[in-house]
């Protein structure tokens, strides 16, 4: 999403230099590109980094808002959305 919103920003800044209305549009996608970057950058239960591992993780959640605590689930989910190589 991180990534989306910084893409997002640069098409905005390349129109804004044709037409002033995208101006707002860009400043709305820094807004948004800087709260996901603090959501993933919280140490703990509520964000992504794990100190202890020194990476970045994806957070399962199930609907009523449980996280599994095991590593090897943390671990496969960070697999699941790393690139795949061909």
Do not use: C, K
Not at 58 to 72: F, H, T, V
């Amino acid at each position: 999403m991180a990534l989306y919103s910084q893409t997002m920003l640069e098409i905005a800044i390349e129109l804004a230099a044709h037409d002033r209305a995208y101006q707002d549009l860009a400043a709305n996608f820094v807004v948004h590109f800087a709260l996901i970057a603090h959501a993933m950058n919280e140490i703990g239960p509520d964000g992504m980094w794990d100190e202890e591992d020194g990476v970045y993780y994806d957070i399962l959640a199930d609907p009523m808002g449980s996280q599994p605590s095991s590593r090897s689930a943390r671990w496969w989910a960070s697999y699941r959305s790393a690139p795949q190589r061909s």
